[in-house]
């Protein structure tokens, strides 16, 4: 059996037509930047989040340099972030000539420590980014009232997390910004690149607008130097047709979580197999499914041998990046995010996974420890 780790074309085909239908329709208009589609998406995500202005932009990735250029932030700051996420969260800060402080992670959320980023802030924080990964909300309330005391902008990266609840709020209306991505392996994806930016903040949501167009407005006059983060039209009319879809598209992927959580009960101790959690009062996206195990190297190599597509997020902590040495950091200055890269195990998650897919994927990580 095959069982790759995401299949696309399973969600394409039922929403194929319609979107066909929107690609054609953004072909007839012949407007490509910006523009009614764009307009449009944003007021409907806009409702979705509960968040007052939501701002389409060309990348997740450009929705947090956006977000943190509209935060005036540049040479001289610094910003916590995890040391265990997508490159993004940090490189987006080093773009901007800041410091990007790291911290560890919790063992069970694989979200930043909490203790360990109230205690990295200093007077020359401007921001924290916590990040809500593989679709779990980070723990929202202690860093933001600690981030409000020292007057620091919390910047949620929401990438892998669209619609994940904490504590009855959506993620990304909770910060001063949420930023979030539609590449197309993410629960909503659009077919390429594209972001938003979330925010209740009338002023900041002005400068996001007047940065995604190199700072331009009227025409050709430039209040601020800015960017190309303009999102195609093309790219939100996929994603008002997809959209729709996402609450049942996420439900099922819970229900394929819960569902290796009771097949893979059974696994010997000598998997040393620790399974995804949902923390009480959080709402989880399941964006991957990613378990911890011992031997991880070996288990991967017995899956690909059996056909099933995994991946690991993520092998390398920032601190250990060489692009990030001169910030000083050594092994063994992060231990459990160590430890996250080294046993961490992505498995297929993807809504349209059969039972029997499942239970093939639980059995062969089974019968790899069982032997």
Excluded at 184 to 212: I, Q
């Amino acid at each position: 059996m095959q069982v790759p780790l995401l299949d696309l074309r399973a969600q394409f085909g039922p929403v194929r037509d319609d979107v066909m239908a929107a690609v054609t329709r953004v072909c007839d208009s012949q407007q490509f930047i910006l523009g009614p589609e764009v307009e449009a998406l944003e007021r409907e995500l806009a409702a979705m989040l509960a968040v007052k202005h939501a701002i389409g932009v060309s990348s997740g990735t450009d929705a947090l340099l956006v977000a943190m250029m509209a935060l005036g932030i540049g040479e001289g700051d610094e910003v916590v972030t995890p040391t265990y996420s997508f490159f993004a969260t940090a490189g987006s800060v080093a773009r901007l000539g800041a410091r990007p402080v790291l911290v560890d992670i919790d063992p069970k959320t694989f979200n930043l420590d909490v203790e360990a980023t109230i205690a990295a802030m200093s007077s020359r924080t401007r921001a924290v980014v916590p990040v809500h990964l593989f679709g779990q909300s980070a723990d929202l309330d202690p860093i933001v009232e600690a981030a409000r005391a020292r007057n620091i902008a919390v910047v949620e990266d929401a990438a892998q997390a669209i619609g994940s609840r904490y504590r009855g709020r959506t993620v990304g209306s909770i910060g001063d910004f949420g930023c979030f991505s539609f590449f197309p392996s993410k629960n909503l994806g659009a077919f390429g690149d594209g972001g938003l930016v979330t925010t209740n903040d009338d002023e900041l949501a002005t400068k996001v607008r007047l940065l995604r167009g190199h700072g331009m407005h009227p025409k050709y006059f430039h209040r601020m130097v800015g960017g190309n983060f303009r999102l195609d039209a093309l790219q939100a009319a996929v994603l008002r047709v997809k959209a729709p879809h996402l609450t049942r598209w996420t439900a099922a992927r819970r229900a394929n979580a819960d569902r290796y959580r009771r097949l893979l009960a059974s696994a010997p101790p000598s998997a040393g197999l620790a399974l995804p959690v949902e923390v009480e009062g959080n709402y989880h996206r399941d964006n991957q499914c990613v378990i911890r195990v011992r031997a991880r190297d070996g288990l991967r190599q017995h899956l690909s041998a059996a056909g099933i597509g995994t991946e690991i997020y993520y092998p390398v902590p920032f601190h250990l990046q060489e692009c990030f040495a001169s910030l000083g950091y050594r092994k063994g200055a992060f231990p459990v995010a160590e430890a996250a890269a080294d046993d961490s195990l992505a498995l297929p998650i993807y809504g349209e996974l059969s039972d029997d897919q499942l239970q093939y994927v639980a059995g062969e990580v089974i019968r790899y420890y069982a032997r």
